[in-house]
């Protein structure tokens, strides 16, 4: 068969260039396959996919790449026919069908079902027909012409000398061995067999989600669509808005993000800012929405007005009839961007008027007023005038004296909630309102009083929901419209006398009393989710003292997983608990908002169950009636039993006549285990335990001090007590570390807890015994006064056994010498001389001394640098009132602590400086405050005006060091 019967681009020799337009068409398949992934990546993430075929062809048919067969399988385990591969490709690239008059191939007519698909395939250089114009459609796709078609799509190397083991074609080989090697196909013997759609389908699942990304990275781009608004246009649907990162810049300086909506196309993002933009360049990135970061940049311009827009030429006489010498008519300012910036800008307006008196206010509204006894009459003109001052941007207008105004035309626009929540029965009424607009019959915008008085108001079915009303004493008739950010609402209520709403449909019907004009909405009020299904499961463990989680699993009447514990607590008929002098007051669902789930809690604190485990009970009636129980033994609080070692403790300490190694110990250091196995922060408990450290009085081989006082039996106390053991003369002596349940400072032999002891054998060697030394890695050191920045030297003796030895800082045992300063076991740069902003690495040589006397020196190389210190990592560890880090990218900070400081920089302080800890090129912890450790700290998410935060809302910090080095975290806010 000749070469150009495969799918292939053109006859070529591997290992070729190739430009012009093929060039073009195969890097849009590289990119397709390859575009964010390394080979091996793409080989890992091909063989490693947890997915099933089957899933993935379902994913594929819903994107109408493939299809399935006419009995509705997906046939993955048929072959693929060459007909067939190309309507996948056409699918796949989006490539547009092409249609020739005259069919390239004899074999496949302009009538046949995929040819168009195939003719768009060769034309884009994919598929050749297998010679003599013939292309045959129903012939099987091999391995090898797989294995060419994506070896040439990703650009691979071809060893046109490979070997291949099994059949396969001689052009061929060097194809099949280079996508073995990437991993793209598996070693076959025989590559001239037909390829079954699952093998297909997998690769083109991954490449699918290869050519999404490089699509939506394409025509990327920026620009502003308002004051504050940024509109970013994708080229094609971002697979998860929910994970893309935006960040605007302008310059160095970072503009803070305030919202971000995509459309339902997710093609397009809208950016509010939190400041309005200014004259300049602006760049925006976005990041985890393609397989590359995207950049683009837009100039802006600082806002300006533009436009002062008169809408009718009417002039309204007051709606109080006792006021004839009022008329009223309205303008908008708007901005370069068309928006309404009347608000921001009427202060700055120069009016005139035929009238005596004229006035604009912030919305608009021009009121004219004559002296008393001048009544404006029907058909009167009144000439306006109005000029921005800064701008020159002016509108005149002659206004005609007419009719008051009345709403003459309603429409409902949406029921809104700022939250997009859903609403239900459980809901807070004012937190959803009928957004409305009105006009009078002028065309002008109306006032909130306007539509109260003019507009009524019926509900279908009150018994559902119903809306505010004026409670005005006489009439409390009228529907209670009001305007609020620049929307005239009417806030949903409940039920007269309800304290929920009901559950279903009603209709709220608006009709104007001037007009007889009409609007309608539906409103459907969700039922609570009730718990249909509530499986529970007995607890691995539970000790009493701790609080209990318990496992289960809830869905709801809907069939939906419940995961909010208030749903799950309300939701409940009931839910009850006994055993162990527990109640119901001890058990209830709490939410977890790190990880966004609720947890089933049996708060077992203050009970105290004895010295035997004790039967627990828990039974829950779900609201549909449905009973689920689990019983489990609530055991023994957890009590300290055991010593199991001692932190940081070599067993070896050395001397040579009055030098000596010490070792010193607190309470933290010793490990404990209860009676689970389960580590006990003895440390913390030194009001109910103690720790008893004995030794031997025959024992002469090592002293034990607490403080400044000798004793063989020391009872920590306190956890800031320190134990040392010093070296007397050569041996060994045990020490034995134990527990003593009591209060008391002294302890009698008859506390002390059976079975908790530990011994310790310490040895004391000689000079003599050491044979070699191990001296640890020394890093880098800052040329600097200050002790802070001396660097460590561990140095370790070793016996002839491999035993380490802790040795004494003493030239009996080794010296240092090099070009930095030792002095009580550590390194200085202290004066240093280097050039500005430099490094040099020294030598450092550490001369051991044996007991063969000076042995050859061990030299360890340390960077010298004055540079000085800036951010080199960050960390993120729990800090003040409550603040506690849940994991490296997430900080749980409650919402009592966040809401008393979230309005000052208290907050930015208390995020930024206690719970960021940064550590600088040195391996030194960068203090200070947070104008000395940051640039800057963006907070995004916060609530507009400064209103407070909830339980479960989340913020997205970014702290960005002096040097430019940016770290970003998620604070999720918690009870």
Do not use: C
């Not at 034309?123 to 027909?129: E, L, M």
């Not at 409390?476 to 929307?487: I, V, W």
């Not at 039967?615 to 779900?622: E, G, K, L, R, S």
């Amino acid at each position: 068969m000749r070469e150009s019967s495969y799918f292939t681009k053109t006859s070529h020799t591997p290992n070729h260039n190739r430009g012009g337009e093929k060039k073009v068409m195969k890097k849009g398949l590289a990119l397709l396959l390859a575009a964010s992934m390394s080979l091996s990546a793409f080989s890992t993430a091909f063989a490693a996919d947890d997915m099933t075929a089957q899933e993935k062809f379902d994913a594929l048919k819903e994107k109408g790449i493939f299809e399935g067969y006419d009995d509705g399988t997906a046939g993955l385990d048929k072959d693929m026919t060459r007909a067939q591969f190309a309507m996948v490709l056409k699918r796949l690239l989006k490539l547009e069908e092409v249609k020739p008059a005259t069919p390239t191939f004899s074999d496949v007519k302009a009538d046949h079902w995929a040819y168009g698909a195939i003719e768009a395939s060769v034309k884009a250089g994919y598929i050749n027909g297998m010679g003599n114009g013939v292309f045959a459609p129903s012939a099987n796709v091999t391995f090898e012409q797989l294995a060419k078609l994506l070896v040439e799509a990703l650009d691979l190397e071809v060893d046109a000398n490979a070997t291949v083991d099994g059949n396969v074609s001689p052009t061929m080989k060097g194809y099949v061995a280079a996508a073995i090697k990437a991993g793209l196909i598996t070693a076959q013997s025989d590559y001239k067999a037909a390829v079954k759609r699952d093998v297909l389908v997998s690769a083109t699942y991954t490449a699918e989600a290869e050519v999404s990304k490089k699509q939506v990275a394409e025509t990327y781009s920026v620009k502003a669509v308002g004051a504050k608004t940024i509109e970013v246009t994708f080229g094609g649907a971002v697979a998860d808005t929910s994970k893309v990162e935006f960040a605007v810049k302008k310059g160095t300086i970072t503009v803070n993000v305030a919202e971000v909506k995509f459309n339902d196309a997710k093609t397009v993002a809208t950016l509010t800012l939190s400041a309005k933009l200014t004259d300049g360049e602006y760049t925006v990135t976005a990041k985890n929405a393609a397989a590359t970061e995207l950049s683009a940049k837009f100039t802006a311009e600082t806002e300006k007005v533009t436009a002062i827009k008169i809408s009718s030429d009417k002039a309204a006489l007051d709606r109080n009839e006792n006021n004839d010498n009022i008329a009223w008519a309205s303008l908008t300012i708007e901005n370069q961007y068309g928006e309404n910036v009347t608000k921001a800008y009427e202060s700055e307006l120069n009016i005139s008027s035929s009238a005596d008196d004229e006035d604009v206010d912030a919305d608009g509204n021009i009121k004219f007023t004559n002296d008393a006894g001048d009544e404006f009459r029907l058909g009167e003109q009144i000439v306006f005038t109005a000029v921005h001052t800064k701008t020159g941007v002016y509108a005149q207008q002659t206004f005609t004296v007419s009719q008051a105004a009345k709403v003459a035309d309603i429409s409902i626009v949406k029921l809104y909630n700022k939250d997009n929540k859903t609403l239900s029965v459980n809901s807070t009424p004012s937190d959803f309102k009928i957004v409305v607009e009105g006009k009078d019959q002028y065309g002008n915008a109306v006032t909130a009083k306007m539509l109260q008085e003019d507009i009524k108001v019926f509900v279908s079915n009150n018994d559902i929901f119903d809306v505010d009303y004026v409670v005005d004493g006489d009439d409390d008739s009228d529907a209670e419209f009001k305007k609020e950010d620049d929307m005239f609402v009417l806030n949903l209520a409940r039920p007269a006398g309800e304290t929920k709403f009901g559950a279903g449909k009603a209709t709220v019907h608006m009709t104007s009393v001037a007009t007889g004009k009409r609007a309608s909405i539906d409103i459907e009020v969700i039922d609570v989710a009730k718990v249909d299904v509530l499986n529970l499961s007995a607890p691995e463990k539970a000790v009493a003292g701790k609080d209990v989680e318990i496992p289960f699993e809830a869905v709801d009447q809907f069939g939906k997983a419940l995961t909010d514990a208030d749903a799950l607590n309300n939701g409940l008929t009931s839910i009850d608990v006994s055993g162990a002098n527990l109640d119901e007051g001890d058990i209830k669902f709490v939410q977890d908002y790190v990880n966004k789930t609720a947890k089933l809690v049996l708060t077992t604190t203050n009970h105290n169950v004895g010295d035997s485990a004790k039967p627990v009970y828990v039974n829950v009636v779900t609201s549909t009636g449905k009973l689920s129980r689990v019983s489990f033994n609530l055991q023994p609080a957890a009590k300290a039993e055991v010593v199991t070692g001692l932190d940081d403790f070599g067993n070896a300490l050395a001397l040579q006549g009055t030098d000596k190694a010490e070792f010193k110990f607190k309470a933290g250091a010793i490990n404990v285990l209860d009676q689970y196995g389960d580590e006990y922060a003895v440390a913390d408990n030194l009001g109910t335990y103690k720790v008893v450290i004995t030794k031997d009085a025959g024992d002469s081989e090592v002293t034990m001090k607490l403080g400044n006082d000798v004793n063989n039996k020391i009872v920590l106390s306190n956890k800031d007590q320190q134990v040392t053991l010093t070296p007397s003369s050569t041996g060994s002596s045990t020490i034995k570390i134990a527990l003593a349940k009591s209060t008391d400072a002294t302890i009698a032999d008859d506390e002390i807890i059976d079975g908790s002891e530990k011994e310790i054998t310490v040895n004391v060697v000689d000079r003599s015994s050491i044979t070699g030394y191990e001296v640890g890695d020394l890093g880098k050191i800052y040329v600097s006064d200050d002790a802070y920045y001396n660097v460590d030297l561990s140095v370790k003796g070793l016996t002839s056994n491999g035993t380490k030895v802790t040795v004494p800082v003493s030239k009996e045992f080794y010296s240092v010498t090099g070009d930095v300063y030792f002095e009580n076991g550590k390194l200085s740069a202290k004066g240093f001389k280097l050039d500005a902003n430099s490094e040099k690495e020294v030598t450092v040589f550490v001369i051991p001394v044996t007991k063969d006397g000076v042995v050859a020196p061990i030299e360890k190389k340390i960077v010298v640098s004055n540079k000085d210190p800036e951010a080199a990592k960050f960390e993120l560890k729990d800090g003040d009132n409550g603040v506690a880090k849940k994991s490296d990218t997430v900080l749980a900070v409650p919402a009592a602590f966040a809401n008393a400081n979230l309005s000052d920089a208290n907050f930015e302080a208390n995020i930024a400086n206690k719970a960021v800890k940064v550590v600088d090129q040195y391996g030194k912890e960068l203090n200070g405050k947070v104008a000395d450790l940051f640039k800057y700290v963006i907070i995004t998410g916060k609530p507009a005006d400064n209103k407070p935060v909830k339980a479960g809302d989340e913020l997205n910090v970014s702290v960005v060091a002096h040097n430019s080095k940016v770290f970003s975290f998620k604070v999720v806010v918690t009870e």
